[in-house]
């Protein structure tokens, strides 16, 4: 591989409209507010909503701060435009000797949402697993009733692989987990153009 692990060494990259950015502890509140909203975590996790304190969320946010796993990347999402914070991308599982992960996207700013900043935050981070990481696959999981991600998802060329039935307990029923799955070779990263040098205070 091109950039070998640990993950936190590989320099995140950026595009015309957004840019991936390590996560900063200056930016905790607003984490944790995303992090306490029921909204959020329904379409995002499927452990059941309950507020958390901020002091456990601070003990536990930096440490993915200072000392990520090797195995996971956390990004922050920056509108390029006014450098708002918006969202958080990840690769998690990340596997050097199979080269394969599972990656994620959440808009947490609900001001852009609708505005196509999730498709394109989906391209940068798919460019950084397949270029920077040089992964061969990405995996996804779509909660059957996030539509808006299943339409991302497969909109980004991801093929429907399985279905875990009945997966999750939601507003007073089951609900499948779907799994897609892309490989690199049907990646068109041409389609977004990547700056991949190291963003203003990156530099090795």
Not at 4 to 23: E, G, K, N
Not at 101 to 109: E, F, N, S, Y
Not at 129 to 150: I, K, N, P
Request: net charge negative; glycine share 6%; proline share 5%.
């Amino acid at each position: 591989m091109k950039t070998s692990l640990p993950v936190h060494d590989v320099p995140p990259f950026q595009a015309d409209r957004v840019a991936l950015r390590p996560l900063q502890l200056q930016n905790i509140h607003t984490h944790f507010r995303w992090n306490n909203d029921p909204e959020l975590n329904r379409l995002d996790s499927e452990v059941p909503y309950e507020e958390e304190s901020f002091g456990a969320f601070k003990t536990r946010f930096e440490q993915m701060c200072d000392t990520p796993s090797p195995s996971h990347r956390n990004f922050e999402i920056h509108a390029r435009d006014d450098e708002q914070l918006i969202g958080v991308a990840f690769a998690t599982n990340i596997s050097a000797h199979n080269r394969h992960a599972r990656i994620g996207v959440t808009i947490g700013d609900r001001d852009y949402w609708g505005r196509g900043y999730g498709r394109t935050s989906m391209e940068l981070l798919l460019a950084f697993c397949f270029d920077a990481l040089e992964l061969h696959r990405v995996s996804a999981e779509v909660f059957e009733y996030h539509t808006a991600w299943r339409d991302l998802v497969e909109g980004m060329g991801f093929r429907r692989e399985g279905v875990l039935r009945e997966h999750l307990w939601r507003d007073g029923q089951y609900w499948d987990k779907e799994v897609y799955g892309l490989l690199k070779t049907t990646f068109q990263a041409s389609a977004l153009e990547v700056d991949p040098r190291p963003l203003a205070g990156m530099e090795e």
